[in-house]
């Protein structure tokens, strides 16, 4: 069984409507994590609102209502960007103040989102359609919103960018496919057939993806160069990724109950670990670049963020979420 340790205190702070607004304070058998700093960003697709962790210790530094509930979450240039899915806007939040200073206005529902490597692009799909957009983070401008299939059944679920943000990579499971856009003219390139493509990952180098199938209960892992699938590993219900830096390793969050997240070498292609977090479902999770930690947000009756320490793969503190709801996007900014 995984341990958890150092569960956060709370304590009553400024009231958002509609969420219990509260903030944490670690205890004092939680350790402060080494490699790991700045802010970790939560949304909640339960509730409008989304809280922010520090890194290190845990503690609670912002709770932001939002106009609608959140889908996802990315961070870019000090700001966080949060999917407010039924509203089609997406709110920019000042990561320091944790004040919201703009709305960017969409396509309909604005679903899961992404940042670029450099912290300069911010993508996102338009759920249960073929689009997906990309915004210029340091003028919060729509560069623009594109089809990603030339079939309107497309649904797209998940989009990512490549590491000089050029191209916009597309899972659209309605049409069994992963595409790719130019981002700078909105063509499409190419289109690779994926059975039951949900999500996606790009590594650094642009040469492969890894795409979750959870239908079909499998990671298919694409050769972007060649253009087909090359491996594929049996995992149930593979939902949100998450590679290293390094992209030695990959994190799969699993859609079953309990939650779980599953831990990949991606030179092996091996499940090198299963760890069980305290949720009924697991929702998205980010791993630090160095690879020893990952917040993966859960849902279930005391909802919140589990910490797990890959030099144990174990959780080792658990980040109770302002007023419960569903945590489900996740994100850090430096």
């Given amino acids: 069984m995984n341990r958890i340790t150092g569960i956060c205190l709370l304590a009553a702070v400024a009231a958002v409507p509609g969420v219990a607004a509260i903030a944490g304070v670690a205890g004092a058998s939680a350790p402060a994590r080494p490699g790991l700093e700045g802010t970790v960003w939560v949304g909640n697709r339960g509730l409008p609102a989304v809280a922010a962790y520090d890194a290190s210790s845990g503690s609670l530094q912002h709770t932001v209502a939002l106009a609608a509930r959140a889908s996802d979450v990315a961070a870019g240039k000090g700001k966080i960007y949060v999917g407010e899915e039924a509203a089609n806007t997406i709110a920019v939040i000042d990561g320091r103040s944790g004040q919201v200073i703009t709305r960017i206005a969409t396509g309909p529902r604005p679903h899961h989102l992404a940042g670029s490597m450099g912290g300069n692009y911010v993508t996102y799909s338009a759920f249960a359609t073929n689009r997906a957009g990309v915004i210029d983070v340091r003028t919060d401008e729509l560069l623009g919103e594109w089809e990603t299939s030339a079939s309107p059944l497309a649904?797209?679920?998940?989009?990512?960018?490549?590491?000089?943000?050029?191209?916009?990579?597309?899972?659209?499971?309605?049409?069994?496919?992963?595409?790719?856009?130019?981002?700078?003219?909105?063509?499409?390139?190419?289109?690779?057939?994926?059975?039951?493509?949900?999500?996606?990952?790009?590594?650094?180098?642009?040469?492969?993806?890894?795409?979750?199938?959870?239908?079909?209960?499998?990671?298919?892992?694409?050769?972007?160069?060649?253009?087909?699938?090359?491996?594929?590993?049996?995992?149930?219900?593979?939902?949100?990724?998450?590679?290293?830096?390094?992209?030695?390793?990959?994190?799969?969050?699993?859609?079953?109950?309990?939650?779980?997240?599953?831990?990949?070498?991606?030179?092996?292609?091996?499940?090198?670990?299963?760890?069980?977090?305290?949720?009924?479902?697991?929702?998205?999770?980010?791993?630090?670049?160095?690879?020893?930690?990952?917040?993966?947000?859960?849902?279930?009756?005391?909802p919140g963020t589990a910490v797990i320490d890959h030099e144990l793969n174990e959780v080792v503190d658990v980040l109770p979420f302002p007023g419960g709801g569903q945590p489900h996007g996740i994100d850090q900014a430096g």
């Fill in 155 to 302: 649904r797209t679920h998940a989009s990512a960018l490549s590491t000089d943000a050029r191209t916009l990579y597309a899972a659209n499971d309605g049409t069994n496919e992963i595409t790719a856009l130019d981002t700078q003219t909105g063509e499409l390139l190419y289109s690779i057939p994926v059975p039951r493509a949900h999500e996606l990952i790009v590594t650094a180098d642009g040469r492969t993806a890894y795409v979750s199938c959870r239908s079909d209960n499998a990671i298919r892992v694409v050769d972007l160069e060649q253009r087909t699938i090359v491996a594929e590993l049996a995992l149930t219900l593979p939902d949100t990724l998450q590679l290293s830096r390094n992209g030695k390793q990959l994190t799969v969050g699993l859609r079953g109950t309990p939650a779980q997240v599953a831990v990949v070498d991606t030179d092996s292609l091996a499940v090198t670990a299963v760890v069980t977090i305290p949720g009924t479902l697991a929702g998205h999770q980010w791993t630090s670049p160095n690879g020893r930690w990952t917040f993966a947000a859960f849902e279930g009756p005391a």
